[in-house]
């Protein structure tokens, strides 16, 4: 079969799932299967893939015609410029949590912080923390997952994109500093926790139920790790420190309060470009 036939008919499989885009993603398998990019798909239409290919490409389709995200199949995804690897066992970095990176890079030139230290809680791939540290060298960072196999992905993407300052630690939120204490305080505490309430939890779009649950679920109200980290991350940041939280839609005010009562000052709810409460952050008192 020839490129462009195979084109169409992946096409036309892919319109079978609502939560595809059908002639783009079947472009883009096909691409990293062939291992050319999308403009020669269209300058070679004609030109014939072998069979071993293209059964390959249908088993593919197929998959992702069954709600297998696509992510996954291409075992990578590009976040805030850079190429991650990503596969089942980790949560698939989302374009919305750029944001919140965005955030802590500005607040760090802004405030021209030379050296700081930053930890985020809950890595996953590494998105948020290895994007941090490409854009602002020099800091002293550290990533702790409870999951192993996202600590693994997380460190192969450090690898990957020559990233030497983050160190990264298995952990069951800040258990790991608890026997140990840290010499010094952090001046940024980031996490973009599992925050999905448990009724949310039984209408999961087919694609993110191959998700790891313990990136998704945030215990009954969505709430349970903005409560826990919040209250934490008072005895691990400097006086003034940044702590930062991406959100679900709903839960800016919720949050807010969370923070409020722990005593946090400052408090700002960060809107994404379609005025979607996205982000918030607080200093310690
Ligand atoms: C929503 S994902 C965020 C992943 C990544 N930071 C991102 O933004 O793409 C939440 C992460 O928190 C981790 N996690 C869940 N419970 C944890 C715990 N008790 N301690 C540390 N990490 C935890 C999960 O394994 C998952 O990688």
Known sequence: ???????????????QNPNSNPR????????????????????????????????????????RKNGYPLQY????????GYNFKVREGVLIPRADTEILVSYIIDYINDNNLMNYKLLEIGVGS???????AKNCPNGELIGVDISEEALKIAKENQDNLN??????????????????????????????????????MKELQKEVQYEPQIALFGGDDGLEYYKSIS?????????GGLLAFEIGLKQGESVRN???????????????????DRVVVAHKD
């Open 73 to 80: 199949l291409l075992g990578e995804v590009e976040f805030f």
């Open 1 to 15: 079969m020839a490129i462009k036939e195979l084109l169409k008919k992946g096409t036309e499989l892919l319109k």
């Open 163 to 200: 990233v030497s300052n983050v160190t990264l630690l298995k952990s069951d939120l800040f258990e790991v500093f608890l026997n140990k204490p840290i010499k010094e305080k952090f001046d940024i505490i980031v996490s973009n926790p599992p925050y999905i309430d448990r009724e949310e």
């Open 231 to 239: 209250a934490d991350a008072r005895y691990f940041l400097k006086t």
């Open 258 to 276: 969370i923070l409020d009562d722990l005593g946090y000052r400052d408090i700002s709810i960060i809107k994404d470009l379609e005025k979607r």
């Open 24 to 63: 783009l993603e079947s472009q883009v398998i096909l691409s990293k299967l062939l291992n050319v990019d999308k403009s020669f798909l269209y300058a070679h239409g004609d030109l014939q893939v072998e069979e071993s290919l293209q059964d390959e490409y249908f088993l593919l389709i197929d998959k």
């Open 126 to 132: 590494g998105a948020i923390i290895l994007s941090i």
